[in-house]
């Protein structure tokens, strides 16, 4: 009777097979250390000027310290502090005021943006340019421009509301008008960071899922609806996550056109840090205070992940 070795008796009578599968210490040390090699140009910055500070801002908020006398423990004193001051509260009321305004414009607008340059436009790619221009230019450059366009005296803005017969707002120099005038600078900025993102998710949906509903009937409201919005909806997922992290740390914009006033209607939450650190001399409540920033921002992203489950359509 003939027998036939299969793969697995092989394997389990060659010791030099099981060796193999085995790697000694020596070799898993070597792979670690070749890991490490090709990881440190990123690491090494990143622990620098990430982890490095992150560790020393926790540290600073357990202290009392003007950043030029000694360190004065006081535990979780400034988080307490924190957690009732109206002035904390007010900054991150504005802050989530900011993002509610600014998420839905820059989306839409991003979205209407991608849809109209994944058609058949001529010149498109030029367009594309255009659009995406605003996002490489510097924040100061973009919020000293819309400081001017929005001036209440002399701005454009007003200026031409004013041929219509219709008299311009404050703007940033209203309280009422100073948050609406940074969302709208900041949405025109990001429209084109946003815009490429979606551009290239609606790039992956196959055509043919549009000429099918084209001859079944549907509409154009109804393949957006049916197809373009659920096949986007992992690159609408990645757009909502960082927009919302981005948006709890704005403060270019706010610190160029306002300065978190007038009476401190668009101070937010990374304004009042810079406050307490540099104009006040409390890097220790300052350093709570970005802990406490990053807890909240920690929690909505899990959040978010956790939810994506049942809305974002990766297939």
Known sequence: ??????????????????????????????????????????????LAFVIGPMISAGWTSLHSWNLIGPMQWVGLDNYAFLLSDPATHQAFLHTVYYIVGYLP??????????????????????????????????????????????????????NVLAVFGIEGPGWWADPAWAMPSIILASAWKDLGFVMVILLAGLQTINPDLYEATELDGAGWWRRLRSITMPLLSPSTFFVIVLSLINGFQVFDQVYVMTGGGPNDASRVVVQQVYDLTFRYGQA???????????????????????GQKRWVNYE
């Open 1 to 46: 009777m003939t027998t036939y070795a299969t793969p697995a008796t092989v394997v389990a009578a060659d010791p030099v097979i099981q060796r193999r599968r085995r790697p000694t210490g020596r070799v898993r040390l070597k792979y670690v250390l070749t890991v490490l090699v090709f990881l440190l140009p990123s690491l090494i910055p990143l």
């Open 105 to 158: 414009l820059v989306y839409v607008g991003g979205l209407a943006l991608a849809l109209a340059l994944n058609s058949r436009l001529r010149g498109r790619a030029i367009f594309r340019g255009v659009y995406f221009l605003p996002v490489i230019t510097s924040w100061v450059v973009v919020a000293l421009v819309w400081r001017w366009l929005l001036s209440p005296s002399n701005g454009v803005v007003n």
């Open 284 to 306: 220790g409540m300052a350093s709570a205070l970005s802990w406490l920033l990053f807890f909240v921002i920690l929690v909505i992203t899990l959040i978010q992940f956790y």
